[in-house]
């Protein structure tokens, strides 16, 4: 009765034994793959458009929104000193910010009209040493069942700030 006992304890460690494979983490994500990524939790999809950009053109379900010109630039956390899409060490002002705002734990994809606010992003983002950050390109480039439409007009008019 020992014997039997001590196989079915045996026979049910190796029923409860799996073997997982660790994710591969692509080259790169374009709009063409975002739905292959949308729901998984290890992802972080951030999506660079304005306001009135997004409420204009449309969005990707899925994508949370931290609005470059609106948000990063206007609040000084992440500027372009040259005023052009080259982005250097002195871009970044606000460091504490930029982590609180992107998780450096989980694989991020950025995208905005056309890809350079995500490229811009993107560099900054691995300047301070973050490991998975994709531009995966502009809003035209996605078709995939998550785009939501929008109405083709939409003011928004960022207040003037104080000196």
């Given at each position: 009765m020992v014997l039997a006992f001590a196989f079915a304890l045996l026979g049910c460690e190796k029923a409860t034994t799996t073997t997982t494979t660790a994710f591969t983490a692509p080259e790169a994500i374009t709009m063409a793959e975002?739905?292959?990524y949308l729901n998984n939790p290890d992802f972080q999809f951030v999506d660079l458009w304005n306001f009135d950009d997004q409420m204009a053109d449309g969005w990707i379900?899925?994508?949370?929104?931290i609005p470059f010109f609106d948000y990063l630039e206007y609040t000084e956390i992440l500027v372009r000193t040259d005023g052009n899409w080259s982005f250097a060490a002195e871009d970044v002002l606000d460091e504490n910010a930029i982590k609180?705002?992107?998780d450096e734990d989980k694989y991020i994809v950025l995208m905005c009209a056309s890809g350079t606010r995500?490229?811009?992003v993107k560099d900054a983002l691995d300047s301070l040493g973050y490991e998975h950050v994709y531009n995966a390109g502009g809003l035209s480039g996605y078709d995939g069942d998550n785009m939501v439409l929008g109405d083709g007009s939409y003011d928004f008019t960022m207040p003037a700030k104080e000196m």
């Open positions: 975002v739905d292959n379900r899925g994508f949370e929104m609180a705002l992107f995500a490229g811009f």
